[in-house]
Structures are given as C-alpha cells and as structure tokens.
C-alpha cells in the first residue's frame, strides 16, 4: 500500500534552516509530480511546494520564494524540501503528497516550530 513518511522536523530558531524528506513507497514515484503542503493550527492545508516528476520543474508558494527549495531523488523514491531563513510564520506540520490529480493517504507529518 502507499506510504509517505515525513522526517526532518524540530524546533529552529527564526533565521534556522531545516532539511525535511519524505520517503515513498506503493506507488511509481518516477511517475509523479509531488508537493510539500502544510499545515498551521486553526488553518488549511496550504501547498508550499512542487516538483514535476522529473525534477526539472518547480514552484512555490509566494510566502516562502526564496527560502525553501524541493528536490527529489527518484533512485531513492524520496522528496526533500530545503528550508532557509525560517520564520515564526512557518510553523507547521508538513506533509508531503502527490501534486497531481490523484492525492494519496496523507502521511503523520513532521513539526517543523519556529521559536526563539
């Protein structure tokens, strides 16, 4: 069955960086665009992050431009998502998932607290 398993997360200082990676399994990762969504108490689901299924192509939120960059290994059926210069504003669980049509079972996640 499909699974995604988020990691990287913790608690980082604003102006921190932090390294999340979702590993993949049950599905032909090589054959999908994934994203980086997420989510803030009180709020929705807001998509942070794309990369088509290549890696050639990616896009961001306007929020986090500049600061955050995906990037996928499809040898390790994994998508990563570098995050610089964070701010209390960021504070979050972050999911992965497919960013295309079909969305799988969402996964549990990773904190990700900006907090000085």
């Known amino acids: 069955q499909v699974q995604l398993v988020e990691s990287g997360g913790g608690l980082v200082q604003p102006g921190g960086s932090l390294r999340l990676s979702c590993a993949a399994s049950?599905?032909?990762?090589?054959?999908?665009?994934m994203g980086w969504y997420r989510q803030a108490p009180g709020k929705e689901r807001e998509l942070v992050a794309a990369?088509?299924?290549?890696?050639?192509?990616?896009n961001y939120a306007d929020s986090v431009k500049g600061r955050f960059t995906i990037s996928r290994d499809n040898a390790k059926n994994t998508v990563y998502l570098q995050m610089n210069s964070l701010k209390p504003e960021d504070t979050a669980v972050y999911y992965c998932?497919?960013?295309?049509?079909?969305?799988?079972?969402w996964g549990q996640g990773t904190q990700v607290t900006v907090s000085s």
């Open positions: 990369i088509d299924n290549a890696g050639l192509n990616t």
């Open positions: 049950g599905f032909t990762f090589s054959s999908y665009a």
């Open positions: 998932n497919s960013h295309s049509i079909r969305t799988f079972p």
